[in-house]
Structures are given as C-alpha cells and as structure tokens.
C-alpha cells in the first residue's frame, strides 16, 4: 500500500470512530430507532429487517469490489489475465436471480405492511379513540378537540394506550404532520382531510414537526406532543376549559395571519364546525 | 414601462450582492483579458459560432464547472448557517435568503450540473465513439447549448436583479401560487427550467438521431460501446420526459399570470396534480443524469482491467429494463400524499424492482475487473468511491421504496443523504472519472496523476463525513431545508461534522483546479503523441488527440465491439483508403442569437415588461426563419486540404 493510501485509510477509520461515537452517545435521541408506539415500532422493525434482507446483496456487492480490484491489480504477476473472458450464464443467473428473490420477498413484505401501516386504517384497540383535528397554518400547527370542545397550539395531549384519530388538512402551503416516536407522517393539504392514526404506548413528551417545506417560518413549525395518564389528561382538559380565550371565525382569522416561532396557546372551542369549514372554504366560490 | 423592474429591484443584502458583485467582477476580467489580448474575433470564430460537438462539448463543461462551483458554495453556506444557528443564536442567514440558497443549489445542481456533464459528456464522446464526423442536427446542438447557457446566466442575474425562488427546486404550489409568494423570485425559477428544459429536450432530440443515423458502417445496436447504449437510453427518457416538465412549469405560470385554476388549492385546481406531473419528470430525470455516468464507468472498467466488459447484452438489457420502469414509479417520491395502501404497494414494488438491474450492472462491472489486469490510474479510483457509495445510496433508496418505512424518513435529512450518495457518488465521481480518462483525447495531454489522487481522496472522504451524518440525522427526526433547531434536540455535533466534510470536499476542489493549472504548465511532459495514451478498446482513441475538427480522415468500419483494441490485438493495419472529400457544416451564430432573444423574451417575462417579451419572442422567430431560409450551411473539406491537415499530424 502507498503512504497516500495508508493516510486516506487511516482519515477514514477515525472519522468512523468520530462518527460511531456521536451515534453511541446521542443513541436514545435517534427518534427513529426509538419509537415509543405500536405504530412506530412497526415501521422500525421493518425498517430493520429490510436493510438486513438487503445487506445479503451489497455487503458481497462492496466487499468484491475492493477484494477484486486488489486481487487483479495490474502488477501482480500471480493473477490469473483471460482478456476475452466477457460472459457467464451461471454467473448472470446468480446475479439476475438472487437480487430478484429478495425483491420478491421484500414486494410480499412491502404489499403487507402498506395495508397494515396503512396511515388511513383506524387501529384495533377495546379502548375508545381520541378524535384530533389538525391544522397546518402559516407557521404553526393548530389542534382542535371536537369532542373536548377545546383548541391548542404548537401543542398536542393525549392519553396513553389510546388510538388517536388525527384528522389532517392545511389553510396553508403544503406541509406534512409528523411525530417520529409514534409513527409517520402524512401531508397536510389545503381542501383536503388526510387521516393518521397513532398510538402512544406509555406516558411521555415527543417532538413532532412539519416534514414539507412551506415557506419562511418553517423552521419554527414545531410541537410537543405528550402523551399522559388519562386521569392528567382530564384534568389537563379542565384546566384548558378555563381559558379565557375563545376560538371561533373571528379569532381564527387572526390565527390565520402567518407568525413565525409561535408559543403554545389554548383556547375553548366555540364554534364545534370549525375545521369542516376550514376544508370547505376551498370548495366553495369565494 | 418596465413592468415590476424598478431601482429597488437590485438586491442590497451584501452576501448576495457580494456574490453578484464577483460574478460580475469574473466576467468583466474575462471581457478585458479578451480585449487586452484581442481574441474577439478568436472567441467568435473559434467557438461561440462552432457547430463542432467537440467545442459544444468543452463549452458545456466549462459552463458546468463555473455552476458546480457556485452550487458548491452554496452548500457551503447553508451547511455553516446549520452548524451554528442553534438555539438562542439564528446563524448569519436570514430565514428567506437560506431558502434562496438551497433552492438554487438545488436547481443549479440537477440543471446546470447534471445536465450540463449529460450533454457535455455526450457532444464530446458520442460522435467519435460512433465513428461520425458529426451530429444529426448540428445547428440545434448549438441552440440546444447557447438555451442551455441562457438558463444558466439567468439563474445568475438573479442574484443581481430581484432574488431567487426560496420554494425549493421543485417549487410545489400552493407555495409557489401568487398568494403565497407573489414575489419574482418564483417566476426566475420557473424561466430558469423553463428554457434550460428546452434546450434539453433539443438536444436531446439531436443526439437521439445521431446515435440511431450516423453510426459508422458495421456498427450494429449491438456492437455500440456501452456508453452510446447508455445515452441512447438516457435520450429516450429527456424525450419523453422533458416535456411534461415544460407543460408543467407552462401550467403553473398561467396560474401564475393569468391567475388560471391549475394547480391552485381552490376552485377546482389541484395542488396533487403539479406534485404527480413534476415527479412523473422528476423521477426519469434521475435515471437521466445517472445513465451517462454508469456509461463511463462501463467504459473505464473495461479499459482499466485490459478487459472485455463483462455481460455486455446483459448490460443493455439491464439498462432497457431502468428505462422502462423508470416511468412507472414517480409516485414514492409521495406516499405520504395519502393515497390507498394499494397504489403505495404498487409504486413501492416497482420501485425495488428497479434495484435488480441496478445491481446486475454493479456486478457486471466487478466481474469486468476478475482476471483483468487492474490499472488503479485515477478513473478507476473515482470507479471505487463510485461503487461503494452507489451501493449504499442504492440500499437506502430501496429501504425508502418500502412505504411504511417511507412513513418515518421522508422529508428528512436521510433522504437528503440518499439522492447526494447516488448523485455525488454516481454522477459527479461518474463525471469526474471521464473527464481524467478523456481529458488527453480532447487537449493532448493528461492531466497530473498526483493531484488526481489527492483530489479523489478529498472528495470521498469529504463524502462520508458530509452526508454518513445525515443518515443518522434524518433518523434522529431533523428535516430538511431547516435553517435553525434547538440546542435540545441533540443534532448539532452531527451538522458541525457534516460542515466540516463540505470543506473537506472544497478542499478536493482546489485540488482539482491546482491539477488543471499544473497539468497545463507541465503540459510538455505529459503530451499524448499517440492518441491512445490509456491503451483504449473504442474508435475514439483510433484518431489523434486532439482529433482533427471532422474527427476521422476516413470513415471507419467495425465488425465487432471494441474495434480499437482487436486491431491493436491482431495487429493488422487498415488497408490505406484513399481520402474523399468530407461534408461538414458551416459555422454560424444563429444559435447564440436565437438564445439571446430567449434570455431577453425570459428576462421580461419575469419582470412582466411586456413589449420587450414581444420583442424578444418576435426577434427568435425571425431570426429562426432567416435561419431556415439560409441554404448556404454546408461545404466539403476537399482532399488536398485533408492530405495537408493529415499530413501536418
């Protein structure tokens, strides 16, 4: 091996470790890797098994290379040179064949877990769901509790064990509602309602954010999510209650006006249709 | 009178008028240094008149490498905004200029770079690895560059006069609607494409005709080098995909203009429906951008391991099968859109479907390299860092290709790290790589090996630590396209290293124009006298380097693949043919007008000067005619002139 080599070797080695390191430290903050629902731990198993079943292709894949272009390098005289040597049936059919298998086995894998990750699907559970609205505005994420009768936002709380029926639609550019401990993702849209159900398995806080870019305060488009005993979470409701502020047309419209950074904020829920207007605001002449 | 153009257009934020003020400051030294040395009548004559593929193709790359460079510096940027802006502390970049930045990385890359390497790399190899003296359509290749060009000035003028599209490069409305960014920003981005795509699809439909008419007798589909089936394929995707984007991008500014419905969130437009035409473009353009570089690497495999490409039919058919299927998966760039598990499924098995030929060529190039002779010159390290990040980038995109797991990586920075592993290490290091093999045909002379190296290791180490992060980052909940994040969220050690590999990559870069600056110094001593200074198998290396301007004295003729290298073998010389005159095209300018009354018709389309886009529309389509009209665009080199060119040589 030539010095450069050795050099380059050594710098990728130590930026391995320096990486390895990073990721040991901070490994309970990977969302992904840590899912704290049904729904997200789910999609991490299948997010495992799938880069497993693919690492039989691309370890061999990675490994030959380097073993091969060492092996035939030009000035090892042991090598074996058969210029003309260009074609192999056998060795074609491992190599259309094998990557071909584990395609189907991941297509029977993929067709599966779409119907049963199925973001619209509403979950089995005895326990009765907890409807949320969700509005993505400029920039901020507005939750409305029909059933509650109270609004938040930049805020979410919901009980644990409990499926959560999130009703998704945007008076706003595109974006996409997001929590990675409890599973993912689907986009919010202006005239349209997308659906995500999600489960909490234990109480806890979690992040949840928009995925889509849509414009400057994007950034600042975050939330907390937390999930609670259901004891706290009626008290938390009750307390919410108690807000002086009402959110209606009227204080909607000054909701509507884009801010960026916004606080968490709590309202009592005096107009029940409010989120089917929001929707059909798009469908009518204005 | 000048529609929205007012003084307060011109942008007063020092960092971009500071990047204005250079670019400017770039092209008035040129102009000077033209003047100074009096090569006016050089450069015209030379070159911006040429209809020669070979000087398109260096023009290409020349204004590919000024882009990339600028492409480059804005990762800078937006990478150091995120290393530092956490917390209490919001960085050096406003919230809108950051979306500028990355929207016009983003634009500039795929555009401006992608493309720009596509037909570079195409005008360049094409016609002499076809044994042709020529293209189909020599006059619309110059249009379809000068379009090109006219694209990329655009984009820049932008910095200059108003500001760029902040909606991301692929803009979906109604973030892009006039509601919501009424500015003029979106209009620069979608003229930018607009006439950049044009010029795509032109050329594209040139080269299309050139690889199906022009080839030499003998040279069957089947005894193509892998290059040409790798652009054949490549072309028939610009064709059928070029024009959805320009249909699109047309839609969306009569909503913009003419305040049409398209594509608007109310009365009846459909915001789902730009977000299915883009990506039905979008996703062939991938195949489109990585179909060269897997040609050059099929190339520079075969001729570094002295060897026979391994499963040459199997190679095209692998190729045919991305082509095919690359139409039908656009939509997993969207499953979070919300359609049925069905439609997901469907798209997402498809999708994988795609990594089996994929992988067959992965194969196939390292069963090239057993029982070889492996050479590791320069290309073929580019042809490593490509296999080993291709691989991984290739797994990642499979592992998205699932929807559920889709679910809970869109959007985030791991995709971000996906499309820079295919698109870093495939196309760019595939770009690279063919340049340092093919840089001697075209200057006589190789490029410095040393520096090469050094290069190569820069840029792949580079790499890793830019975008291994991401991976990690994406999966730790970071979005993309986020110019600011709190302290708690633990990401910041992981940007800081991401930062760090970005200058470790420019690093690379100044290697690599140290290289060019050095390798023309000490040009004398690497001086490629034979024409063939890699031992090459295809016709390109039969001619001198640089090849005379028609290419071929005498019309080669091939009975099988890798003509050159059977002749080298058996070692019996081509009975001399006596040389016939040879037709060619005549230079003209009309190209570079036709262009320029497209930046003028563009320019004011974007600033809403009305009469002027009249006058610049007008002033293309006359131009175009007397064009037509034109019946004197041909002469033939006689043979005392051939024998005289020949014989100087």
Redesign the interface.
């Known amino acids: 091996m030539k010095k ?1 080599h050795k050099f ?1 070797l050594f ?2 080695l130590s ?1 391995a470790c ?2 390895a390191v ?2 040991f ?2 490994s309970s ?5 840590n899912p704290k629902g049904l729904i ?1 731990l ?3 198993n ?2 495992v098994i ?2 497993l079943i ?2 039989i ?2 370890v061999p ?2 490994v ?3 073993v ?2 060492w092996k ?3 000035d090892n005289e042991k ?10 049936i056998l ?2 059919c491992i ?2 064949g094998i ?2 298998i584990i ?1 189907v086995v ?2 029977v ?3 599966k ?9 509403p979950l089995d559970s005895p326990t009765k769901p907890i409807r949320i609205q969700v509005v993505a505005l400029q920039w901020k994420w507005l939750f409305i509790y029909p059933e509650e009768k109270i609004a938040t936002v930049n805020f979410v709380q919901f009980p644990e064990k409990t499926p959560l029926n999130f009703e998704i639609t945007s008076d ?3 974006n ?1 509602f ?1 929590i ?2 409890l ?5 919010a ?4 309602r ?2 995500l159900h999600l489960i909490a398995d234990a109480p806890g806080i979690f ?1 949840g ?12 488009m975050k939330f907390i999510a937390k999930a609670s005993t259901e004891a706290d979470f009626d008290a938390w409701v009750s307390s919410v209650k108690k807000s002086p502020n009402h959110l209606d047309a009227k204080s909607y419209k000054q909701l509507l006006k884009p801010s ?1 950074n916004n606080k968490e904020a709590f309202y009592l829920l005096s107009d029940d249709g409010l989120f089917d207007q929001i929707i059909m ?3 009518t ?2 | 009178m000048f529609g929205k153009l007012g003084l307060d257009s011109f942008t007063r934020n020092p960092i971009e008028f500071g990047a204005g003020i250079s670019m400017v400051m770039a092209a008035l030294a040129a102009i000077s240094f033209l003047f100074y040395f009096k090569r006016w009548k050089w450069l015209g004559k030379e070159w911006l008149t040429s209809l020669d593929p070979k000087k398109i193709g260096v023009m290409y790359v020349v204004v590919t490498a000024i882009m990339l460079f600028k492409g480059l510096i804005d990762a800078v940027m937006m990478r150091a905004q995120q290393a530092v802006s956490v917390g209490d502390s919001y960085g050096y970049l406003a ?2 200029h950051f ?1 500028q930045i990355f929207s016009a990385h983003g634009a500039t890359m795929i555009f401006f770079v992608g493309m720009g390497v596509v037909f570079g790399m195409m005008n360049l190899i094409i016609p002499l690895q076809i044994g042709a003296r020529d293209v189909a359509f020599p006059f619309l290749n110059s249009l379809g560059f000068w379009l090109f060009a006219v694209g990329a000035l655009l984009l820049n003028i932008s910095l200059i006069i108003g500001e760029f599209s ?3 490069w692929l803009g ?1 409305p ?2 892009t609607s006039m509601e ?1 960014n009424p500015g003029v920003g979106v209009d620069y981005w979608i003229w930018t494409l607009q006439v950049a795509g044009v010029g795509s699809l032109i050329s594209g439909i040139n080269f299309l005709v050139t690889i199906l008419k022009m080839r030499c007798p003998g040279m069957t589909l089947m005894k193509m080098p892998i290059f040409v089936w790798s652009c054949l394929c490549c072309l028939i995707l610009i064709i059928f995909a070029f024009p959805i984007l320009t249909a699109t991008l047309a839609m969306l500014s009569l909503d913009r203009f003419l305040g049409m419905h398209f594509f608007s ?3 009846g437009g459909n ?2 429906m730009f977000v299915n035409l883009i990506w039905a473009w979008g996703h062939p353009e991938v195949y489109i951008l990585i179909f060269p570089a897997f040609g050059i690497f099929s190339e520079i495999v075969a001729t570094f ?10 190679m095209v058919w692998a190729l045919a099968a991305i082509t095919a299927l690359s139409f039908i998966v656009w939509l997993h760039h ?1 499953f ?3 359609s ?3 439609v ?2 469907f798209f ?2 498809m999708t ?2 795609i ?2 030929p994929t ?2 060529k ?3 190039w ?2 090239t ?8 010159a320069t290309p ?1 390290l580019w042809f ?1 860092g490509f ?2 990040n291709f ?2 980038g ?2 990642t995109g ?2 998205m ?12 920075l791991f995709l971000i790290a996906h499309f820079h592993s295919v698109i870093i290490g495939g196309v760019l290091f595939g770009f690279f790589a063919g340049f340092t093999y093919w840089f001697p045909k075209f200057f006589g002379f190789k490029l410095n090996e040393k520096l090469g ?2 290069a190569f ?1 820069y840029w ?2 580079g790499f ?2 830019a975008f ?2 991401l991976y ?1 980052l ?4 970071a ?7 709190d302290h708690a ?2 990401w910041q ?2 940007y800081v ?1 991401a930062a760090v590999g970005v200058l470790l990559i420019m690093i690379g870069v100044a290697f690599q124009v140290l290289q060019i600056i050095i390798s023309i110094r000490d040009r004398k001593k690497n001086l490629d006298t034979t024409g063939d200074p890699w031992d090459g198998r295809t016709l390109e290396w039969s001619t001198t380097s640089p090849p005379p301007f028609y290419n071929f004295a005498i019309t080669p003729e091939v009975n099988e693949r890798d003509p050159f290298w059977i002749k080298k073998q058996s070692g019996r010389e081509q009975a001399k043919k006596e040389y016939k005159d040879i037709h060619m095209p005549k230079n003209t300018p009309m190209g570079l007008f036709i262009a320029g009354c497209a930046l003028i018709f563009s320019f004011s389309m974007i600033w809403q000067i009305f009469w002027l886009a009249g006058v610049g529309a007008l002033g293309a389509l006359v131009l175009l005619i007397i064009h037509l009209s034109d019946d004197d665009t041909d002469y033939y080199v006689t043979v005392s002139e051939i024998e005289q060119i020949e014989n100087r040589i």
């Open positions: 450069t380059a710098i990728l930026l320096v990486l990073i990721i430290w901070d903050r990977i969302d992904v890797l997200a789910k999609q991490r299948l997010l799938s880069t693919m690492l292709v691309v894949a990675i030959f290379t380097f091969f272009a035939y390098r030009s090598a074996k040179y058969t210029p003309n040597w260009e074609n192999s060795a074609e190599w259309w990557p071909f395609i991941l297509s894998m993929v067709w877990t779409s119907h049963e990750l199925d973001p619209f699907k706003a550019p595109m996409s997001w990675p401990q599973g993912g993702q689907i986009y849209m202006s005239g349209m997308t659906k992040n954010c928009s995925a889509n870019f849509s414009g400057t305060g994007f950034a600042g960026i605001k798009y469908m002449p204005m | 919230s809108d979306q902040g909606a991301g979906y109604p973030l919501y969130a109310s009365f915001p789902m391991s002295r060897k026979y490409l391994f499963g040459y039919v199997s969207f979070t859109m919300g049925g598990a069905s997901n499924a997402g098995i994988m479907l990594a089996v992988g067959v992965m194969f196939n390292i069963f390299m057993v029982r070889g002779k492996v050479y590791l073929m490593l296999a080993s691989t991984i290739g797994m499979v592992l290709s699932v929807p559920a797991v889709d679910f809970q990586v869109h959007n985030s190296r050094y290791w792949m180490i890793l630590a291994m992060p990690v994406g999966l730790m909940g979005t993309r396209r986020l110019d600011h994040y969220s633990g050690p992981l290293l």
